[in-house]
């Protein structure tokens, strides 16, 4: 089953002059894959997570998610479905510095509000046992270590359930050990629990490991 | 509670201190407003009062200094007619038939009194000194309905001057100049340079100084004797409305009806109503300042807080919240520093008031008062959180905007 499907992305940047960043791209990730997308800098990978993201929507093509189409869609209808169907992860954890580990777990299901706030405590202190982080809950979210912080935010993308994962370099700020963590982490979301993940990254060896390695080079997907 | 609420909160109490500033700006702008605004008012009120208590709603009298066209003009209206130096003529500031004007304005409901009365100038002789001052001849009777004398006597009664044809009751202010009491005998003298002496029966405070330092009151007959005129000589026909309001409205009519000039008291107190409006301008013009001010005071401290928190902005917006959202929890933010702090400003505006109230201050000749007056109408506090609150929207909503516009790609790809 098809989670994701691009069709002929293509998109400029117009600063300091107009370059053409992604050529005509298509994609298609089933789900249950952890996909790796990798090459050098500049060579458009981060541009092209940022448009599968819904973020960015000054692209040419087609982009649908969970059998949606999202081009054409406006922002409130974007982050609506941000909210509910993708969940991100990026080099650095971006929790918010005034809530405690359990309330930023627990944010994107407020906003989303399927659960009440009491079975969403229920959930986040689920997401965040299995990442092994239980015992952090209660805690203000910066008297955590740099590797707990990335598992917080990896619960906080799990918490509503969402379709992808997309990770923006997501072991880019971490130390070996920690960067071993988080891929098993990621390798039995997709086993297990059949979550799709997305990650741009830099590091060979993570993406080795992953289900699938997509190469980029001059906005083209080359392998 | 909503989710923007309890993320606006969370900022507002983890910043303590941010926050109080903030909130201070507020609640000294308002604060100050409240205290001025009831100062102001107060005295604004204080004025009218005066006004009213002291000055008839509508005078009718014989205004003989009013432009009068020349013969020439009557003549010959075609021509060019060049007259210099026309002077008034030797008319008498008589009322004719104000008796019966008087009747005839009584039959309007809108009426609560007409007293129709003779006014002239008099000297008072005071050993070789002379004070100016004025007489007024009334039926006192019919002056009480008007002005409440009653209740303005300090010393003897207005019966008094019933049953004393040569009694007169006098200003307190113009007895104590010549240090007369009540049963003291003045001697006055007419501009013709008539002379009479008079027994004081009574003295009046109506509380302005222009009135008890010059003015007494006596019985029409007796007027009308010193100044040598006959019994129907009356000078002024006095009014007082049931709606006070009504004057203006009414004086162009009683002038047109009667053919002599009608006054309201609006265009005789015109000096101290300009007053009210100055102060008017002053208070609002002050109280605006400060919350420009600490409008801007909440606009740098929000946009500080936008900038520290460009990448939470940015991660909220990648996790769902729409622009709105951002923009809300900012400008509840702002909000909830406008509405503790306008409601602190109230209780300071509220405590100043209370103290103005109590400070003793003494009105001089001028005015009787023993303290200043301060209003507490619950209209100013209404007024007063209302302007806090919208200063601090505006405020706000600049930030807010800005916020609920960042892009988060720019600042999540680092």
Same mark, same amino acid.
């Given at each position: ?62 982009? !649908? ?17 941000? +909210? ?50 239980? !015992? ?5 979210? +910066?008297?955590?270590? &740099? ?21 923006? !370099?997501?072991? &880019? ?13 990621? +390798? ?36 | ?42 005295? %604004? ?17 014989? *205004? ?79 002056? *009480? ?34 240090? #007369? ?86 265009? #005789? %107190? ?32 929000? %946009? ?57 201050? *003494? ?6 008062? *023993? ?6 109408? #619950? ?36």
């Amino acid at each position: 089953m098809q989670v994701l499907k691009a069709h002929k992305v293509t998109k400029y940047f117009y600063e300091p002059e107009k370059f053409q960043v992604l050529k005509a791209i298509d994609l298609s990730v089933s789900k249950g894959e952890f996909l790796s997308l990798v090459g050098k800098s500049g060579c458009g990978k981060s541009t092209l997570l940022y448009v599968l993201s819904t973020m960015d929507t000054d692209y040419e093509g087609e982009l !649908e998610i969970a059998g949606q189409r999202l081009t054409g869609k406006d922002q409130n209808q974007l982050s609506k479905f941000r +909210n509910a169907h993708i969940g991100f992860v990026f080099q650095f954890h971006y929790l918010l510095p005034e809530f405690s580990v359990l309330q930023n777990v627990m944010i994107p299901a407020l906003k989303l509000a399927r659960y009440s706030p009491h079975e969403i405590e229920e959930r986040a202190y689920e997401k965040l046992t299995m990442l092994g982080v239980q !015992e952090q809950a209660l805690k203000p979210s +910066n008297k955590l270590s &740099g590797g707990q912080q990335q598992r917080v935010a990896i619960a906080r993308a799990l918490i509503n359930d969402p379709d992808i994962i997309m990770g923006d !370099e997501p072991t &880019g700020n971490l130390d070996s050990y920690n960067t071993h963590v988080v891929f098993d982490i990621f +390798n039995e979301l997709t086993q297990r629990y059949k979550q799709t993940i997305i990650a741009v990254t830099h590091d060979e060896e993570f993406a080795k490991k992953s289900d699938r390695i997509v190469e980029m080079s001059d906005g083209k997907i080359v392998s | 509670m909503s989710l923007p609420f309890t993320i606006a909160r969370t900022h507002l109490v983890s910043k303590p201190k941010q926050t109080i500033v903030a909130m201070l700006g507020v609640t000294f702008g308002i604060g100050m407003f409240i205290a001025m605004v009831s100062l102001m008012t107060g005295l %604004n009120d204080m004025t009218e009062d005066l006004a009213m208590t002291s000055s008839p709603d509508i005078r009718i009298y014989h *205004d003989i200094t009013a432009d009068r066209s020349s013969l020439a003009e009557q003549v010959n209206p075609q021509g060019i007619n060049i007259v210099y130096h026309t002077k008034p003529k030797n008319e008498s500031q008589k009322v004719h038939n104000a008796l019966k004007i008087a009747e005839m304005i009584r039959k309007n409901p809108e009426v609560r009194g007409v007293s129709p009365q003779l006014t002239s100038q008099v000297f008072y002789n005071y050993g070789p000194v002379q004070l100016n001052g004025t007489i007024a001849g009334v039926d006192i009777v019919e002056e *009480d309905r008007l002005f409440d004398i009653k209740a303005k006597m300090r010393e003897g009664r207005i019966e008094d001057l019933i049953v004393n044809p040569e009694g007169i009751i006098m200003g307190k202010g113009l007895a104590k100049k010549l240090n #007369a009491k009540t049963g003291d005998r003045v001697v006055i003298t007419t501009p013709q340079g008539f002379t009479m002496t008079l027994k004081v029966v009574g003295l009046f405070q109506m509380g302005v100084g222009t009135i008890d330092n010059v003015k007494s009151y006596a019985n029409i007959s007796m007027v009308q004797n010193i100044l040598q005129r006959d019994k129907s000589y009356l000078t002024d026909v006095n009014i007082k409305l049931k709606d006070f309001h009504l004057a203006k409205a009414m004086a162009p009519q009683l002038q047109k009806t009667f053919g002599y000039k009608s006054e309201d008291w609006e265009t #005789a %107190n015109a000096t101290m109503l300009l007053g009210v409006i100055i102060r008017n301008i002053l208070t609002y013009s002050v109280s605006i300042t400060l919350l420009i001010v600490a409008g801007f005071g909440i606009y740098n401290i929000l %946009n500080m807080t936008i900038m520290n928190k460009m990448k939470d902005i940015a991660i909220l917006k990648a996790m769902g919240f729409s622009g709105s959202d951002v923009r809300k929890i900012f400008m509840i933010q702002s909000l909830i520093i406008g509405l503790i702090g306008s409601l602190a400003g109230l209780a300071i505006g509220f405590l100043l008031s209370s103290l103005i109230v109590r400070a003793p201050f *003494d009105g001089g000749d001028v005015i009787s008062i *023993d303290h200043l007056p301060v209003n507490f109408k #619950a209209k100013y506090y209404i007024v007063g959180i209302v302007f806090g609150i919208v200063t601090t929207a505006i405020a706000g909503y600049m930030p807010s905007r800005k916020a609920a516009n960042v892009d988060p790609i720019e600042i999540l790809r680092g």
